[in-house]
């Protein structure tokens, strides 16, 4: 027998019925719901008088369009207000564990499920949001839907679906000191470009992918769907193991051993072949920001902002880009002025991302005339700070600390950047108006944005250490 790759195992062992072409019936282990869908989707099921094949496998939990202002209650953001209401309402009555403002357990829906062990190394996870692909990072098979497929998994805890190729990034060598796997994800769209995943599943491995922390892999995961992949996956292993341990969802004892015995088989096969296979060489990796966009427009800090008629075929896309960021050819990116930093979303909202973010912030002062916000992911994540003292160094220093939700990564809660303002966010996405109308975004990683508060504009987080 051929080998097989971990997504393939992962795959077979979801199979509830082979549909031909391609195609097969999935089983679903976990369904995640979140404030822009969850209630609509618990509403269909409603009117079309049916009920949840099976409450105790869907969780659910307000998170994009809930205020992150300080004291904030649901209403805060009105809108939010009536979003938040018909997903408790419809959680309720559907019998589903909801997580509320305030609670243990609220948060960003891909920040909360795996810190909690509800995600687990080997199930499949899905939610109607494309950054789904985070849980992959510990071993799950995680993707978003859409909000019929959604209500087809309320329904009957399965869906149909056609298995994409597999390809594997190989990222060997190792990560210099203050390079990130923000820096690493930012690197490999920008040098394979933002289509190059598509109607793939893509495995990261080699000895730079092991030397991550989990968190890292999270991130990681987070931005393969930047890549134009649905999946994003990172073999589970020791270290994966023994973060799972002890998570509230997590089993526990002799059924937490069966399951870590499982997990350790969750790997490629020697002999497993690959549709298609890319290597990144780590060690050249530098902390990294985008300059368009688009997250493929990614560049080393100490780089120039590339001249469009070097793009080739996209030599249109990148002059609309570069005008639209008011940027100009063979500049610096570096001492790029900026005037709006966001340290949070699901792709950088940890506490490992806001220790690094805070190593950057002792000691010194958000520079004049730059807002700086920090949103922690979940409310586990916004204690564990305010246990270490985070949250007063962040105030100190001159940021915001503000309440956990998806903020001004996404925009649909009223936390706009200004038209015209720039900012430096470590969420995924830049793309034209996504924090705001008119908005002009750099992706970067926690240690980049929070020097660019300090400093004022894009600087090298290494000159501050």
Same mark, same amino acid.
């Given at each position: ?20 072409? !391609? ?18 989707? #618990? ?36 809108? !939010? ?46 939610? &109607? ?28 805890? &399965? ?14 060598? /190792?990560?210099?000191?203050?390079? /990130? ?37 999270? /991130? ?72 368009? &966009? ?35 050819? %063979? ?16 792709? %950088? ?49 001159? #940021? ?12 649909? %809660? ?11 966010? /470590?969420?995924?996405? %830049? ?35």
């Amino acid at each position: 027998m051929a080998g097989r790759t971990l997504f393939d195992k992962l795959w077979d062992a979801h199979v509830v019925r082979d549909l031909g072409d !391609g195609w097969a019936l999935l089983h679903i282990d976990r369904h995640l719901m979140h404030d822009l869908g969850g209630g609509p989707g #618990f509403a269909e099921i409603a009117a079309r008088g049916l009920e949840l094949h099976d409450p105790g496998l869907t969780f659910a939990t307000p998170d994009h369009a809930v205020s992150s202002q300080p004291g904030r209650v649901a209403t805060t953001f009105p809108l !939010g207000g009536r979003l938040h209401a018909a997903l408790r309402d419809g959680a309720k009555s559907a019998g589903v564990q909801f997580f509320d403002l305030g609670a243990p357990g609220q948060g960003i829906v891909h920040v909360m499920a795996p810190e909690l062990g509800i995600v687990l190394p080997g199930l499949s996870v899905v939610c &109607t949001d494309s950054h789904t692909c985070t849980n992959g990072g510990i071993g799950a098979l995680a993707f978003g839907i859409g909000s019929s497929e959604s209500v087809h998994v309320l329904a009957t805890q &399965t869906l149909r679906q056609q298995k994409p190729r597999r390809m594997r990034i190989r990222c060997e060598g /190792t990560l210099a000191s203050g390079v /990130t796997a923000k820096d690493l994800a930012l690197h490999i769209i920008g040098r394979l470009g933002a289509a190059a995943g598509v109607g793939h599943a893509v495995e990261f491995a080699g000895p730079a992918i092991e030397a991550l922390e989990v968190e890292a892999r999270l /991130t990681l995961c987070n931005l393969a769907v930047e890549l134009g992949a649905r999946f994003g996956l990172v073999a589970p292993d020791e270290r994966t193991i023994a973060w799972v341990a002890g998570r509230p969802w997590a089993p526990e004892g002799a059924a937490f051993e069966a399951a870590a015995a499982y997990w350790r088989k969750l790997t490629t096969d020697p002999d497993a072949v690959f549709d298609s296979e890319e290597t990144i060489d780590a060690s050249q990796v530098a902390p990294t920001v985008t300059w368009g &966009t688009s997250p493929e427009h990614a560049i080393a800090i100490d780089a120039a902002v590339p001249d469009p008629a070097t793009l080739g075929p996209r030599a249109q896309e990148g002059a609309a880009a570069l005008a639209y960021m008011g940027l100009q050819p %063979n500049a610096p990116i570096a001492g790029t002025p900026v005037d709006w930093v966001f340290i949070g979303s699901c792709a %950088n909202s940890r506490l490992s991302d806001l220790r690094a973010a805070a190593q950057i912030a002792r000691g010194r002062k958000v520079a004049s005339g730059v807002k700086a916000w920090v949103v922690p992911g979940s409310e586990i994540v916004k204690r564990a700070a305010e246990a270490e003292g985070l949250h007063r160094l962040f105030t100190e220093a001159g #940021f915001e600390w503000r309440e956990p939700g998806c903020s001004m990564c996404v925009a649909a %809660n009223g936390e706009q950047v200004p038209p015209g303002q720039r900012s430096v966010s /470590t969420s995924n996405r %830049n793309f034209v108006g996504r924090q705001g109308p008119g908005a002009r975004t750099h992706l970067a990683s926690p240690a980049v944005a929070a020097a660019a508060a300090i400093a004022g504009c894009i600087i090298d987080p290494r000159a501050l250490r």
